[in-house]
């Protein structure tokens, strides 16, 4: 239909132009200028059309895209299998690999109650697991550390530098054509001056006493109004100076106020740390809300969701806690998943105060560099803290404005002194012309002027003004020299310039990948840290309790893989046979590689509307009788009568780790070189903007059945192309489905 409208139209234009020439048949032969603008008309008219037809046929040629930006999210995995019930549910007692058994206190086949002592660990083995750990926990710390240093740099980027060589030529070029302008200006005067000498010194050899006076008199009021003139014009040249300095100073006193109170806020938690924790702990507050940009109301919602998720924490502690003393059949699932619960608030409490616990890191570095008086630690703890609050990014960039700020205030400062100097000589210059005039009147007044000596002297002051017009000569011929180059050395530097800026544009790619891996490095270091500060947890316990592990449930002891003085390993444990119904869930061996012991296991009777939730006891990994490779899983049913053999339908639930760039499954694309993404970005074009298909090369991390988590150049600006209703390629132009 759009078509036919279009054809139409043009069909209607073209119909107009051949009435117009009809009806100019009968009429006197026409101009060849004539003729020719009627072909002109005729000629735009039909661009016009072939146009509006090119973009009609645009539109519907041009795949149409739809696009999201990346964001930051958590992968689930599901694994769905089939669960069959058993008669002979077992608990799997591990223990934490490679920890020497010091005692065995059971026997395969022996009854044992909850709360029976089952082994007894290698003392000095507990004692080295939980050293080891501590200082794994250490180089965790360090490692995240050095992984959030490692992004800044000591040296301005090329483009910064660049620029700065661009304004230091430009302002050379302005300070050589200020000198050629000042060269000519006094060349003017002098030229003035020169003029005004000859006519004196014929003044005084022709004119009487009384013309000479009466002209003098007129001399003295321009000579006076001019240096109020210029007095004027030096005030406000100066005021205008002094408020550069003013905004110059106000600038670079903002950016160094935060750093001041930053180094404040640091020096007064070291000093009353031990001797009034109020004090210490307010220091540490202000810390954390300069990192909100000072922004109270966020910092107040930040400590609100955080005692909310302690409240969590708390609560998940509880909970563990009663599930360890409930005694009921249920037992030894209620602890695994009250247990994970207890881990996974942690975690989450531990993303959510990131840059708090980095902040509290290097406060805490800087206090031990203090008191070990290390000088060089003292700096990378401080430069720490302030990436910590600013942002790695943010505070490069806080560097770069408090580098600018000063150069400009020394600028203005250095132009303001030159200024002064200068409208002293100017205001100099015109005192002496008054007071050279007054002189000739007061002469006058008093009977001692003498034609001959006045014209003398103007005579005198004529040659050298002469001369001086001869030397500002010179100087404008140099200075036009010194302009030339300067321009040369500007337009380079510009070149220069320009040639960063792409260079920069075409780095960015690497820089923000740089970037992004450095971010999701530093947030894996986090949780890790947190896992193994939780297994330090649990060597403490462990140690406290004598390295002793009891039954942690009623049973009878089917298998032991553990050996008296022998370590453990990561397939040894105790099996109990609880005498209850248990479920044992067949996976495909892709699924099982995502699931660990504790992690729920929901499961649905046919027909039935209530699911249950059970804990993953054991995962091994077979084939089945057709070869396939699978995973056997295995949990202890809740209390209740089942039938062995009955099957019920299994999915297993799993969220990963928070990745801080993921994409639609459908925006991942790969080709001989690997995997890529397509972004949209605008061109300029004679014809208007235009979005055109951009290739992103990535590497895909981690997947589910929706999102993918990559590593590449991506941002939360990019538009990247998760659907299109044909087929789109890298370089196609593109347009965004309404």
């Given at each position: ?209 009384n013309q000479i006076y009466s002209d003098k008199t007129d001399e003295l009021k321009e000579a006076k109004a001019s240096y109020e003139s210029v007095s004027l014009a030096n005030e406000e040249s100066l005021n205008t100076a002094l408020e550069t300095i003013r905004d110059a100073k106000n600038t670079l006193d903002a950016l160094q106020e935060k750093d001041t109170n930053i180094r404040s806020n640091l020096e007064t938690y070291n000093a009353y740390q031990n001797s009034d924790k109020d004090i210490a702990e307010e220091a540490i507050n202000h810390l954390i809300l300069a990192a909100f940009g000072d922004d109270s109301d966020a910092f107040d919602k930040y400590k609100d969701d955080k005692e909310a998720l302690e409240t969590k924490v708390s609560r998940a502690n ?91 205030l020394s600028q203005a400062t250095s132009q303001h002194d030159a200024l002064q100097k200068k409208n002293t000589i100017a205001l100099s210059v015109e005192q002496d012309k008054i007071d050279k005039i007054q002189k000739v009147l007061t002469s006058i007044d008093d009977g001692t002027y003498d034609s001959n000596n006045a014209a003398e002297a103007e005579k005198q002051t004529a040659q050298a003004a002469k001369q001086e017009m001869e030397t500002q000569k010179q100087t404008i011929r140099t200075a036009n020299k010194v302009i030339q180059t300067a321009k040369r050395g500007m337009n380079s530097s510009k070149f220069d310039y320009e040639r960063a800026i792409l260079q920069d544009n075409k780095s960015k790619e690497t820089e923000a990948k740089q970037v992004e ?222």
């Amino acid at each position: 239909m759009r078509f036919t409208n279009i054809l139409e139209t043009i069909r209607k234009d073209i119909s107009k132009v051949n009435q117009i020439r009809e009806s100019n048949k009968d009429e006197p032969q026409t101009s060849l200028q004539q003729k020719a603008k009627r072909l002109l008309i005729g000629f735009f008219v039909l661009m016009f059309a072939l146009t509006v037809l090119s973009k009609a046929a645009d539109s519907i040629t041009i795949a149409q895209v739809t696009t999201q930006p990346p964001k930051g999210s958590m992968l689930t995995f599901v694994a769905n299998g089939t669960g069959t019930i058993t008669a002979d549910a077992k608990k799997y007692v591990k223990v934490m690999e490679g920890i020497g058994i010091d005692k065995i206190n059971v026997k395969v086949g022996q009854e044992v109650k909850k709360g029976d002592l089952l082994v007894i660990l290698d003392p000095s083995d507990l004692a080295d697991a939980l050293e080891t750990a501590n200082r794994e926990a250490d180089k965790l710390k360090n490692q995240m550390e050095q992984e959030e240093l490692s992004t800044t740099e000591s040296q301005l980027p090329t483009k910064d530098k660049a620029k700065f060589a661009y304004e230091s030529a430009k302002q050379d070029l302005e300070s050589a054509e200020e000198d050629l302008k000042e060269a000519k200006k006094t060349y003017k005067e002098k030229a003035k001056e020169k003029k005004t000498a000859e006519t004196d010194y014929k003044n005084a050899l022709t004119k009487n006493i009384n013309q000479i006076y009466s002209d003098k008199t007129d001399e003295l009021k321009e000579a006076k109004a001019s240096y109020e003139s210029v007095s004027l014009a030096n005030e406000e040249s100066l005021n205008t100076a002094l408020e550069t300095i003013r905004d110059a100073k106000n600038t670079l006193d903002a950016l160094q106020e935060k750093d001041t109170n930053i180094r404040s806020n640091l020096e007064t938690y070291n000093a009353y740390q031990n001797s009034d924790k109020d004090i210490a702990e307010e220091a540490i507050n202000h810390l954390i809300l300069a990192a909100f940009g000072d922004d109270s109301d966020a910092f107040d919602k930040y400590k609100d969701d955080k005692e909310a998720l302690e409240t969590k924490v708390s609560r998940a502690n509880d909970d563990y806690i009663q599930a360890q003393n409930m005694g009921s059949e249920n037992y030894e699932n209620a602890v695994t998943a009250a247990k994970r619960a207890v881990q996974d608030a942690k975690k989450e409490l531990a993303i959510y105060c990131k840059k708090e616990n980095l902040i509290r890191l290097y406060v805490t570095k800087y206090t031990t560099a203090i008191s070990n008086n290390n000088s060089q630690d003292v700096d990378n703890a401080v430069t720490g803290l302030y990436q910590s609050i600013y942002g790695t990014t943010g505070y490069k960039k806080h560097l770069n404005a408090l580098a600018a700020a000063q150069d400009k205030l020394s600028q203005a400062t250095s132009q303001h002194d030159a200024l002064q100097k200068k409208n002293t000589i100017a205001l100099s210059v015109e005192q002496d012309k008054i007071d050279k005039i007054q002189k000739v009147l007061t002469s006058i007044d008093d009977g001692t002027y003498d034609s001959n000596n006045a014209a003398e002297a103007e005579k005198q002051t004529a040659q050298a003004a002469k001369q001086e017009m001869e030397t500002q000569k010179q100087t404008i011929r140099t200075a036009n020299k010194v302009i030339q180059t300067a321009k040369r050395g500007m337009n380079s530097s510009k070149f220069d310039y320009e040639r960063a800026i792409l260079q920069d544009n075409k780095s960015k790619e690497t820089e923000a990948k740089q970037v992004e891996a450095s971010k999701l490095r530093v947030s894996s270091a986090l949780l890790d840290l947190q896992a193994k500060l939780e297994q330090v947890d649990d060597l403490k316990a462990l140690q406290q309790n004598k390295g002793k592990i009891k039954a942690e449930v009623t049973g009878t002891v089917d298998s032991i893989t553990l050996e008296a003085g022998k370590k453990t390993t990561a397939d040894t444990s105790i099996i109990i046979n609880t005498g209850s119904f248990g479920i044992l869930v067949t996976v495909s061996k892709e699924q099982g590689e995502y699931v660990s012991i504790g992690d729920e296991i929901k499961l649905t009777a046919k027909g039935k509307k209530d699911d249950i939730k059970v804990n993953v006891e054991g995962i091994r990994f077979t084939t089945d009788s057709q070869k396939n490779e699978i995973a056997e899983i295995t949990a202890i049913m809740p209390k209740g009568d089942y039938i062995p053999g009955a099957t019920l339908t299994a999915s297993i639930t799993k969220n990963s780790d928070l990745y801080d760039v993921c994409i639609p499954l459908t925006a991942v694309r790969s080709d001989g070189a690997g995997s890529y993404c397509l972004i949209t970005q605008t061109r300029n074009t004679v014809l208007g903007d235009e979005l055109l298909a951009v290739k992103v090369p990535i590497q895909v991390i981690e997947k589910d059945a929706t999102l993918a988590a990559v590593d590449g150049a991506l941002s939360k600006e990019n538009n990247v192309i998760i659907s299109s209703n044909k087929n789109v390629s890298e370089g196609n132009r593109v347009r965004l489905k309404q």
